[in-house]
């Protein structure tokens, strides 16, 4: 199999079951496999644009949102045998530009929402041009007629790349990540069959489940998550452009939701969203969190209003993404991001490289089927990026005696106060625990005395009682002097009303870093 193969048995084997939902809107896999297929024609007749060039390596960006389009273009591009490059349309169009300048795609398929935005592009003399709709509008019996066999194995490899995703670029500028067609297969494979199965209950994405596409699809925790891992086995999509946390909760309802994956914060405004709305009746199974850890109680305040568990998780873009999930039946270990999943291999090592035993803290690094092939034109960057076969992640964490995994910190975030290694993330859980808090990012900021002194920047609660801002501060400071070391403890504490995210809805610690980073304690005093 290749990645493309997904559509092709889910319409073989599930051909009247629905693959995508969009409002009123429902397309079986087999619809949906037919629309790739015609559209796959269009890309093989204008994507060649150098004779003799072998199609695995020519590339074909999309600039579609999440919506079912995306879903029938990025299938399209795999059965023409094409590399996939999905953009976030949240990024500007000079960071596009960027994109496209560093791989140099022959084609971009583009949403004609976006139509306005060509001039930015249209300049780059290796790049052509194809226009989608929302299916609402896309006439599948007006689409040109397929020649593509739809038995035939498509001629990529299983270690071709399949699919280039940029970085968010929250700690420097975007790389392109190689993805092969094994690497996003196996993590797709383990999302659908094991990620929600227990030892003693096999539960598989497969029809009748249909996940809700709240993340970007053109990043890797929604794309195999919400599309990949959920086409495997023959479930459904329903989509979401723009995350809205009263909608999605009404979604829930209407779409009959049953696995909804998201980062922290959508799981804030949907307890805020579910406890303003009263009870809720959803068919619900399985919610999975990544890309930062939960505040303390939050998992048990949205099981009591939605009815299920959430599981914590770990991946990068480099893993395709997921390296580790909590077991769905063992959820309660509160920042513990569970177990490596099966292909994969995880340690903890030392500035040197050799290995740590449980409980103690160092670089986590993995290596395994859903490992990347490499940085895009960084030769460089890839001999730094592994060693003897394992990809050091830059993130710093531990395994405890049950081999589960806890997240401390990235390696790039240490903070040096005074000769002191200070790890952010330890002092935003601590910061967590105190009443009102809805997120919280700890940042170095210059010092001429300690090189680098500790500020947080804390978000609160809202909600019908207002929280005092200055009582905040009082009650984060009185909980580091009791949990924290006189070293860790925050300098600056700040109260403000909203903090920067990235195209992927994280955190942007880059550019709090920029603003930040000026004010000095000086400047406090």
Known sequence: MNLGDILIQASSNHPQEYALLSGQRKWTFAEVH????????R????????????????RVALLVPNCPAFSVAYFATLLASRVVVPINPLLSDNEIRSILLDCRPDLMIFHDRFEERLPSFQDLDFLSFD?????EAFPLEGLKEPTLDPEKPLPAGFDDTAVVLYTSG?????????LTHQNLLSNAMRVSRDKFSTANQRQVLGPGQVSLAALPLSHAFGQTNLQNGTWYSGGAIAYCDRFDAEAVVEQFCTDAITFFAGVPTMYVDLIEAG??????????????CGGAALAPGMKAEFREIFGVPIQESYGLTETSPMISCQRVNETDKSGCVGRAIEGMELRIVDDRGRPLSAGLEGEIEVRGENVFKGYLGQEELNREAFVDGWFKTGDVGYLDHENELWIVDRKKEMIKRGGYPVYPREIERVILQAEGIVEVVVLG??????????????NLRHGEVPIDPGKAVARIRKLCQKKLAAYKQPAIIEVVKSLPRGSTGKLDRRQLKETHSSQTMEDVS
């Open 170 to 178: 929250s700690t420097g500028d975007p790389k392109g990540v190689e």
């Open 34 to 41: 037919a629309a790739a297929r015609s559209l796959a024609e």
């Open 275 to 288: 406890r303003r709305r009263g009870p809720i009746r959803t068919k619900l199974r399985f919610c999975v």
């Open 445 to 458: 900021v210059p010092d001429n005395r300690f090189g680098e002194q500790i500020k947080a920047l804390v």
């Open 131 to 135: 226009r989608v709709t929302d299916l």
């Open 43 to 58: 890309i093989r007749e204008t994507a060649q644009r150098s004779p003799g060039t072998p199609p695995s390596t020519e």
